[in-house]
């Protein structure tokens, strides 16, 4: 039976997961696993559509609980149409954010009830959790301005904009996340440069997979 592996990418803005994440489904398809990539907000036609109205800011003055049903009606979308169907083909799955994000952003840094978060978190992604998440860690003033760089002219997004206080409570909060769940969860150095970066990501990914390969084969033999 086929069984794919669901890696998701979170941190700051300016971290670098783009990049990272392109090149690092470059070095898996030249090892010739089937790898599919995707992001969030975002990700499936109704996701797409959800996507712009999130980040225009449109949503924004109904409140963070009117946003935070809306990633998860796009995560729910998202799910069902493109992760676990591709999860079920045997998919090696990348996903720029997930539901750290919605935690972080929505929750631990804007202000959103913790318990109604954790319950539309289980009705969104309905059962597809990642098997690894790749936390990328910069100093906020950094990783902002690496995005306004990247930007050039054009105006920061809905979350973006906010204080560079915010910003800081964000990175403390996806370190606590990786600190409560450290078997799913990495914590890559975002600051270092572009190729020790991707080393570290390699590195990461390939013993996971090789773990997973090795359980595989540990379950077939002992069956
Ligand atoms: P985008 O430009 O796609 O991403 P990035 O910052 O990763 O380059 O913007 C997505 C924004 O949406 C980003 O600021 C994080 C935010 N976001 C949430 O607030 N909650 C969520 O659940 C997700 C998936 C994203």
Redesign the pocket.
């Known amino acids: 039976m086929a069984r794919g592996f669901f890696i998701t ?1 979170e ?5 670098g ?2 990049t990272q994440i392109g090149q690092l489904a470059h070095k898996l398809r030249d090892k010739r696993y089937p790898v599919v990539v995707t ?4 990700g499936s036609p109704g996701a797409e559509a959800i ?1 712009h109205v ?2 225009s800011g449109a949503a924004e003055p109904f409140g963070p609980q009117m ?2 049903l809306l ?2 009606a ?2 729910c979308d998202h799910v069902e149409q493109l992760i676990r169907p591709a999860l079920r083909r045997g998919k090696i799955v990348l996903c ?11 929750g631990m840094a ?1 202000n959103v009830d913790a318990a109604m978060l954790a319950e539309i978190e289980r009705i969104s992604v309905n059962g597809v959790m990642p098997d690894m998440t790749l936390i990328f860690d910069i100093d906020p003033e950094e990783g902002l301005r690496r ?1 306004a760089a990247r930007r050039g002219d054009d105006q920061p ?4 904009k906010e204080t560079l206080a915010v910003h800081k409570r964000r990175r403390q909060a996806f370190l606590d996340i990786a600190r409560k769940e450290p078997k799913r969860c990495t914590v890559i150095d975002a600051s270092a440069d572009a190729e020790t970066v991707e080393n570290a990501v390699t590195a990461a990914v390939f013993a996971a997979l090789e773990a997973r390969s090795h359980a595989d084969h540990e379950a077939v033999q002992g069956a």
């Open positions: 990418f941190g700051g803005e300016g971290a997961k783009s992001r969030e907000p975002g996507r999130i980040l946003e935070a990633f998860a796009a995560r720029d954010r997930f539901v750290d994000s919605s935690r972080v952003y929505q804007g995005a997004d809905r979350f973006e």
